[in-house]
T-cell receptor, first 115, second 115 residues
Framework: DQQVKQNSPSLSVQEGRISILNCDYT??????FLWYKKYPAEGPTFLIS?????DKNEDGRFTVFLNKSAKHLSLHIVPSQPGDSAVYFC??????????????FGKGTKLSVKP | NAGVTQTPKFRVLKTGQSMTLLCAQD?????MYWYRQDPGMGLRLIHY???????AKGEVPDGYNVSRLKKQNFLLGLESAAPSQTSVYFC??????????????FGPGTRLTVL
């Protein structure tokens, strides 16, 4: 059973517009969420994160929103740039228990930003 | 500061052959991980280590063994490779497990093909 879901395999956006990538989770015990960006033939790189005690975290053009009641988070990229074209992975973790700190990844969303 | 490095970058094996993938990190991180990424499957945790001399199973451990003899190195072994192990393997490390700062840093990946 998939605990972290990214239901959109791909997303295409025009340069300068907003990109919104969505992620849903099923385990209410998750208390920390991260977004990773991955270019072809490279390893994932950390982009932005949010703790469950917050509902928003912003870093430059990137903002992550967390709706705990809906078990949903989203990544907003404004404005989108062609260099943002990559696969974006949502990940979640819980900082207690036997698997404390391990990241559970979604399947990823491929973002294409067109000039 | 090289971060996380992986050796080799590419490898082709025949069914039944064995090999070891090497991961090294120079960030003095306590925790290290091995993932595999398959098309449409996201990143799945194979094994992880919470410190030198310790290892634990992740989500998909069957067919793999690991060792963490030195803090900076984490080895992934395939004793008898199978075509189902054709994948891209990523190593990652992180500093702190029981905190909100469990950002993992990834290596560039090893592309393994088993014929």
């Amino acid at each position: 059973d998939q605990q972290v879901k990214q239901n959109s395999p791909s997303l295409s956006v025009q340069e300068g517009r907003i990109s919104i990538l969505n992620c849903d989770y099923t385990n209410s015990m998750f208390d920390y969420f991260l977004w990773y960006k991955k270019y072809p033939a490279e390893g994932p790189t950390f982009l932005i994160s949010i703790s469950s005690i917050k509902d928003k975290n912003e870093d430059g053009r990137f903002t992550v929103f967390l709706n705990k009641s809906a078990k949903h988070l989203s990544l907003h990229i404004v404005p989108s740039q062609p260099g943002d074209s990559a696969v974006y992975f949502c990940a979640a973790s819980m900082n207690y228990g036997g698997s404390q700190g391990n990241l559970i990844f979604g399947k990823g969303t491929k973002l294409s930003v067109k000039p | 500061n090289a971060g996380v490095t992986q050796t080799p970058k590419f490898r082709v094996l025949k069914t039944g052959q064995s090999m070891t993938l090497l991961c090294a990190q120079d960030m003095n991180h306590e925790y290290m991980y091995w993932y595999r990424q398959d098309p449409g499957m996201g990143l799945r945790l194979i094994h992880y280590s919470v410190g030198e001399g310790t290892t634990a199973k992740g989500e998909v451990p069957d067919g793999y063994n690991v060792s963490r003899l030195k803090k900076q190195n984490f080895l992934l072994g395939l004793e008898s490779a199978a075509p189902s192990q054709t994948s891209v393997y990523f190593c990652a490390s992180s500093y702190h497990l029981r905190s909100s700062y469990n950002e993992q840093f990834f290596g560039p990946g090893t592309r393994l093909t088993v014929l």
